[in-house]
C-alpha cells in the first residue's frame, strides 16, 4: 500500500512517501509555487516518485492539504458572487448582529462590509416563504427565480449563493431554485445554504454560503488542475482533499463544499502532531499535547485533550473576520514563520512579522532577491543553520547577506551588536508564540505545564525550546520528519462527513425513541455517502452530539448522546449537559430545562494509514556521531553569547542515543536547536524528546 501526502504551505511545498508493506517512508521538499501552488506540488509529486522508483500508476492513495480555500479568502479574491434570498433579506448579509468585532473601538472596518463576499447590487430578492415550522406560507415565485438569475449572467456574476429563510427545516424552495438559475446561467456555480450547512441563524447561515460561492469556482479549478496534472504522470489514484473538521473529502464534495477546505492545511499538522504524541504516551495515559506548526508564513497552534483533537465551537469559527459555520478544528493562527519580516516601525519599535517574505522572493539567505531581514536569516547569522545542511544541501545558502543586513536595518539604528539584533529576533518571534500558546492554554483553564509541546514545521524544532522554557513545558517533543509532518498527517486520517438537523425542542418533551428516530435518518445519510466512495461498513465509525443549551440561553454546548450509535437515555443526556457546563464555564443549573437545538453525527471512513516505523538501538556514544564543533550564539539568562556547539546529523541518530545542550542537530527539512540548558534523547520511533 503506497499512500502519498502533498501539503501546500507559504513557502515550500512538502510530500511524504510511505509504502507499508516495505516499512520505507520517503520525505521531499520543493518551493511553494505561488502563482499556480499545483505547479509546484507536481513537480514534487515527480520527483519523490523518481527518488523512490516509484511507478506513479502504483500509488494507491493521494491526501491533500492545501491553502487555495483560506488564501482565496484573506486576500480577497474570490469571483464575483450573486445572491437570491428571500424577499425583505436582501441586506442580512451586511447588517450581521450589530455585533462589532472590536467592542471597545469607536474606529473599526467591519470585514464584511468592508469587503463585502457579495455586492449589494449583486444580492436579489424573489417572493417566497417558509416559515419557523418548515411550512410553506409563500410559494416560491419561479418567474421572479429566472428574471434574478438572468440580471446576475447579464452583470458577469460568475456564482451565485441562493440563501432562502428558514431552508435548513425545508430545503424545497432552495432546490428548485437552483435547478431554475443553473438552466438560465449554466456556466455559474450555484450553491445553496441548505446544502453548504443547513443550520439557523440566519446572518451566519447565508455568510458561510456566500463565501462558498466566493471561492468554489476557484477550488474547482485548482483541483481540477491538480488531478489532471497528477494524470498527466500516471497517477490513477484517487484525490483525496483535508478537510477543516480533521476529515479527508473525495474531491466531488470539496468542489460542491469548497469552504470546507479553509483550515485543510493546518489541520493536517495537528493529526500529525497528535499521531507523533500518541506513540510515545504510555499504555496507562492519556495524550495531552500542544502542537506548534511554524512554516515560513505563520504559526499554527492546536490542543490533543486526553487523546482527543480540540474542535473550535461552531459559533466562534471564522476566517478573516467573516463568520463562518461549518466544524474546525481549533487553530489559533499567527504571522510567525522562518520568513516573517524583522524591522523597525515608524517609531523606532522592533518589530517582526506579521509580514513575511514567503516563497518569493523568501528570506535574504535564499538568494532569491529578498533585502529584508527574517527569522531565517537570524538563525542564519548566529550560526545555527548551515548551507551544508539546508534541505540536504540541495539549496545554496547565503550567510554574509542576513548578517549584513541586520546590521545595517536593526542593529546600527538601534545601537546593538549584530548578534544582539539576530537573538532579539527570535525573542520577539518566539514571545508572540508563547502568547498565542497561552490563549489556548491558560485562558482556557488548560495549564501548559501538564501538556508536551509537540513542534514542527521547517521552522518549529529551532524554537521550541525557548518556547517550552518561557511557558514552563516539561517536555518537548520533535517528530521524525518535522519539516513535512502536516504531509505525515494526511496520511493518518480517515473520510468523514457531517450531517445536521436544526431541532429546536425541550429535552424534557423528548423520548429516546424520538432521538433515536431523528439520528437513525442523519446515519443513513452519512452512511449512505461512505458506501459511494467505498467504505465497507465495518470501517465506518459514529459520532452523535447534541447541540444543548439551558433554556433562555443564547449558544450551545455539544454533548455526545450516544455509544456504538444508540442513544442514551434523556437523563443521562441531561446529566451530561450539566458536566460539560459545569466544565466549561465553571458552574451548572440542573434544575433548569435544558433546549435541544441541532442534532449532528458525524461518520468517519476508515482509510489506510501510515504505520509507525521503530529505528536501530544505538550501539555507540551519541558523542561519536558529531561531525564537527563550530561556535553558535545562544541567549541564556538575558545575555548573548557564543558557545562551542556539535554539529549532527540526526539520520545518523539511533534510539537511545543522548546528549546536552548545547547541540544542532541538522536533517533535510528542518534543523534543531538544543540551547545549554536542555537535554535530548532518541525515542524508539525516531522522534527526539527535549527536556530541561
Given at each position: 500500500?503506497?499512500?502519498?501526502?502533498?501539503?501546500?504551505?507559504?513557502t515550500?511545498?512538502?510530500?511524504?512517501?510511505?509504502?507499508?508493506?516495505?516499512?520505507?517512508?520517503t520525505?521531499?521538499?520543493?518551493?511553494?509555487?505561488?502563482?499556480?501552488?499545483?505547479?509546484?506540488?507536481?513537480?514534487?509529486?515527480?520527483?519523490?516518485?523518481?527518488?523512490?522508483?516509484?511507478?506513479?500508476?502504483?500509488?494507491?492513495?493521494?491526501?491533500h492539504?492545501?491553502?487555495?480555500?483560506?488564501?482565496?479568502?484573506?486576500?480577497?479574491?474570490?469571483?464575483?458572487?450573486?445572491?437570491?434570498?428571500?424577499?425583505?433579506?436582501?441586506?442580512?448579509?451586511?447588517?450581521?448582529?450589530?455585533?462589532?468585532?472590536?467592542?471597545?473601538?469607536?474606529?473599526?472596518?467591519?470585514p464584511?462590509?468592508?469587503?463585502?463576499?457579495?455586492?449589494?447590487?449583486?444580492?436579489?430578492?424573489?417572493?417566497?416563504?417558509?416559515?419557523?415550522?418548515?411550512?410553506?406560507?409563500?410559494?416560491?415565485?419561479?418567474?421572479?427565480?429566472?428574471?434574478?438569475?438572468?440580471?446576475?449572467?447579464?452583470?458577469?456574476?460568475e456564482?451565485?449563493?441562493?440563501a432562502?429563510?428558514?431552508?435548513?427545516?425545508?430545503?424545497?424552495?432552495?432546490?428548485?431554485?437552483?435547478?431554475?438559475?443553473?438552466?438560465?446561467?449554466?456556466?455559474?456555480?450555484?450553491?445553496?445554504?441548505?446544502?453548504?450547512?443547513?443550520?439557523?441563524?440566519?446572518?451566519?447561515?447565508?455568510?458561510?454560503?456566500?463565501?462558498?460561492?466566493?471561492?468554489?469556482?476557484?477550488?474547482?479549478?485548482?483541483?481540477?488542475?491538480?488531478?489532471?496534472?497528477?494524470?498527466?504522470?500516471?497517477?490513477?489514484?484517487?484525490?483525496n482533499?483535508?478537510?477543516?473538521?480533521?476529515?479527508?473529502?473525495?474531491?466531488?464534495?470539496?468542489?460542491?463544499?469548497?469552504?470546507?477546505?479553509?483550515?485543510?492545511?493546518?489541520?493536517?499538522?495537528?493529526?500529525?502532531?497528535?499521531?507523533?504524541?500518541?506513540?510515545?504516551?504510555?499504555?496507562?495515559?492519556?495524550?495531552?499535547?500542544?502542537?506548534?506548526?511554524?512554516?515560513?508564513?505563520?504559526?499554527?497552534?492546536?490542543?490533543?485533550?486526553?487523546?482527543?483533537?480540540?474542535?473550535?465551537?461552531?459559533?466562534?469559527?471564522?476566517?478573516?473576520?467573516?463568520?463562518?459555520?461549518?466544524?474546525?478544528?481549533?487553530?489559533?493562527?499567527?504571522?510567525?514563520?522562518?520568513?516573517?519580516?524583522?524591522?523597525?516601525?515608524?517609531?523606532?519599535?522592533?518589530?517582526?512579522?506579521?509580514?513575511?517574505?514567503?516563497?518569493?522572493?523568501?528570506?535574504?539567505?535564499?538568494?532569491?532577491?529578498?533585502?529584508?531581514?527574517?527569522?531565517?536569516?537570524?538563525?542564519?547569522?548566529?550560526?545555527?543553520?548551515?548551507?551544508?545542511?539546508?534541505?540536504?544541501?540541495?539549496?545554496?545558502?547565503?550567510?554574509?547577506?542576513?548578517?549584513?543586513?541586520?546590521?545595517?536595518?536593526?542593529?546600527?539604528p538601534?545601537?546593538?551588536?549584530?548578534?544582539?539584533?539576530?537573538?532579539?529576533?527570535?525573542?520577539?518571534?518566539?514571545?508572540?508564540?508563547?502568547?498565542?500558546?497561552?490563549?489556548?492554554?491558560?485562558?482556557?483553564?488548560?495549564?501548559?505545564?501538564?501538556?508536551?509541546?509537540?513542534?514542527f514545521?521547517?521552522?518549529?524544532?529551532?524554537?521550541?525550546?525557548?518556547?517550552?522554557?518561557?511557558?514552563?513545558?516539561?517536555?518537548?517533543?520533535?517528530?521524525?520528519?518535522?519539516?513535512?509532518?502536516s504531509?505525515?498527517?494526511?496520511?493518518?486520517?480517515d473520510?468523514q462527513?457531517?450531517?445536521?438537523?436544526?431541532?429546536?425542542?425541550?429535552?424534557?418533551?423528548?423520548?429516546?425513541?424520538?432521538?433515536?428516530?431523528?439520528?437513525?435518518?442523519?446515519?443513513?445519510?452519512?452512511?449512505?455517502?461512505?458506501?459511494?466512495?467505498?467504505?465497507?461498513?465495518?470501517?465506518?465509525?459514529?459520532e452523535?452530539?447534541?447541540?444543548?443549551?439551558?433554556?433562555?440561553?443564547?449558544?450551545?454546548?455539544?454533548?455526545?448522546?450516544?455509544?456504538?450509535?444508540?442513544?442514551?437515555?434523556?437523563?443521562?443526556?441531561?446529566?451530561?449537559?450539566?458536566?460539560?457546563?459545569?466544565?466549561?464555564?465553571?458552574?451548572?443549573?440542573?434544575?433548569?430545562?435544558?433546549?435541544?437545538?441541532?442534532?449532528?453525527?458525524?461518520?468517519?471512513?476508515?482509510?489506510p494509514?501510515?504505520?509507525?516505523?521503530?529505528?536501530?538501538?544505538?550501539?555507540?556514544?551519541?558523542?561519536?556521531?558529531?561531525?564537527?564543533?563550530?561556535?553558535?550564539?545562544?541567549?541564556?539568562?538575558?545575555?548573548?553569547?557564543?558557545?562551542?556547539?556539535?554539529?549532527?546529523?540526526?539520520?545518523?541518530?539511533?534510539?537511545?542515543?543522548?546528549?546536552?545542550?548545547?547541540?544542532?542537530?541538522?536533517?533535510?527539512?528542518?534543523?534543531?536547536?538544543i540551547?545549554?540548558?536542555?537535554?535530548?534523547?532518541?525515542?524508539?520511533?525516531?522522534?527526539?524528546?527535549?527536556?530541561?
Open positions: 500500500m503506497r499512500i502519498l501526502g502533498v501539503d501546500i504551505g507559504g515550500f511545498t512538502d510530500l511524504y512517501l510511505v509504502d507499508n508493506e516495505a516499512e520505507e517512508q520525505i521531499h521538499k520543493v518551493s511553494t509555487t505561488p502563482d499556480d501552488p499545483s505547479e509546484g506540488a507536481l513537480k514534487g509529486v515527480q520527483e519523490i516518485c523518481e527518488m523512490t522508483g516509484t511507478d506513479p500508476s502504483d500509488l494507491d492513495y493521494v491526501l492539504g492545501t491553502t487555495i480555500a483560506t488564501n482565496a479568502v484573506l486576500e480577497h479574491e474570490g469571483v464575483k458572487t450573486g445572491m437570491i434570498t428571500t424577499e425583505g433579506y436582501r441586506d442580512v448579509v451586511h447588517i450581521g448582529r450589530h455585533q462589532r468585532p472590536k467592542n471597545y473601538s469607536i474606529q473599526q472596518d467591519i464584511w462590509q468592508k469587503n463585502p463576499l457579495v455586492r449589494r447590487r449583486h444580492r436579489k430578492v424573489v417572493p417566497e416563504r417558509v416559515n419557523a415550522d418548515g411550512e410553506i406560507e409563500t410559494p416560491l415565485d419561479e418567474d421572479a427565480v429566472r428574471e434574478k438569475a438572468a440580471e446576475l449572467k447579464e452583470e458577469g456574476v456564482s451565485v449563493a441562493i432562502l429563510l428558514f431552508s435548513y427545516l425545508n430545503d424545497e424552495h432552495e432546490a428548485r431554485a437552483k435547478e431554475i438559475v443553473e438552466s438560465v446561467h449554466p456556466d455559474a456555480y450555484v450553491t445553496t445554504s441548505s446544502e453548504v450547512y443547513p443550520q439557523f441563524r440566519e446572518f451566519e447561515r447565508f455568510t458561510t454560503t456566500a463565501m462558498n460561492a466566493s471561492i468554489g469556482p476557484k477550488v474547482v479549478e485548482y483541483i481540477s488542475t491538480f488531478k489532471s496534472g497528477l494524470e498527466s504522470l500516471g497517477v490513477d489514484a484517487d484525490l482533499v483535508m478537510q477543516s473538521n480533521g476529515g479527508i473529502a473525495t474531491e466531488d464534495m470539496v468542489k460542491e463544499r469548497a469552504v470546507t477546505l479553509l483550515l485543510s492545511g493546518p489541520a493536517a499538522g495537528i493529526l500529525g502532531g497528535k499521531w507523533r504524541a500518541q506513540a510515545n504516551t504510555g499504555a496507562d495515559e492519556t495524550t495531552n499535547a500542544i502542537t506548534l506548526d511554524m512554516g515560513g508564513t505563520s504559526a499554527d497552534i492546536g490542543i490533543v485533550s486526553e487523546d482527543e483533537i480540540v474542535e473550535a465551537n461552531v459559533r466562534e469559527t471564522e476566517i478573516g473576520g467573516y463568520p463562518v459555520m461549518i466544524p474546525m478544528v481549533d487553530i489559533e493562527t499567527i504571522g510567525a514563520g522562518g520568513g516573517s519580516i524583522a524591522y523597525l516601525d515608524e517609531a523606532g519599535a522592533f518589530r517582526v512579522g506579521p509580514k513575511s517574505a514567503g516563497a518569493t522572493p523568501g528570506p535574504i539567505a535564499y538568494g532569491r532577491g529578498g533585502t529584508e531581514p527574517t527569522v531565517t536569516d537570524a538563525h542564519v547569522a548566529l550560526g545555527r543553520v548551515r548551507p551544508e545542511f539546508f534541505l540536504g544541501g540541495e539549496m545554496d545558502l547565503s550567510v554574509e547577506g542576513p548578517r549584513n543586513a541586520i546590521e545595517e536595518r536593526l542593529a546600527d538601534l545601537g546593538m551588536e549584530p548578534t544582539e539584533a539576530a537573538a532579539g529576533i527570535l525573542q520577539i518571534v518566539n514571545n508572540n508564540m508563547a502568547n498565542a500558546i497561552r490563549s489556548k492554554t491558560i485562558q482556557k483553564g488548560r495549564d501548559p505545564e501538564k501538556f508536551t509541546l509537540v513542534s514545521g521547517g521552522a518549529g524544532p529551532m524554537h521550541a525550546a525557548d518556547i517550552a522554557r518561557e511557558l514552563g513545558i516539561p517536555r518537548t517533543l520533535i517528530p521524525a520528519s518535522p519539516g513535512v509532518l504531509a505525515v498527517g494526511l496520511t493518518t486520517t473520510l462527513y457531517d450531517q445536521i438537523n436544526t431541532k429546536f425542542a425541550m429535552l424534557d418533551e423528548l423520548s429516546r425513541e424520538e432521538l433515536q428516530s431523528d439520528y437513525d435518518a442523519l446515519v443513513e445519510d452519512v452512511q449512505d455517502r461512505l458506501r459511494r466512495d467505498g467504505v465497507t461498513e465495518e470501517n465506518i465509525q459514529l452523535l452530539i447534541a447541540d444543548c443549551r439551558y433554556e433562555g440561553q443564547g449558544y450551545e454546548l455539544n454533548v455526545p448522546v450516544s455509544e456504538d450509535g444508540k442513544v442514551h437515555s434523556i437523563e443521562h443526556i441531561d446529566d451530561r449537559f450539566d458536566q460539560i457546563h459545569e466544565s466549561e464555564f465553571g458552574h451548572s443549573f440542573p434544575e433548569n430545562p435544558i433546549e435541544v437545538v441541532n442534532e449532528r453525527v458525524t461518520a468517519h471512513g476508515r482509510l494509514s501510515s504505520e509507525l516505523v521503530s529505528i536501530p538501538t544505538a550501539t555507540e556514544p551519541a558523542e561519536e556521531k558529531v561531525m564537527y564543533r563550530e561556535e553558535v550564539y545562544f541567549n541564556v539568562n538575558g545575555e548573548t553569547g557564543a558557545y562551542e556547539t556539535p554539529f549532527i546529523q540526526r539520520a545518523d541518530l539511533r534510539a537511545g542515543h543522548e546528549f546536552a545542550g548545547p547541540a544542532i542537530i541538522a536533517e533535510k527539512d528542518s534543523t534543531i536547536v540551547p545549554p540548558d536542555f537535554s535530548a534523547s532518541v525515542l524508539k520511533h525516531g522522534d527526539i524528546e527535549l527536556t530541561q
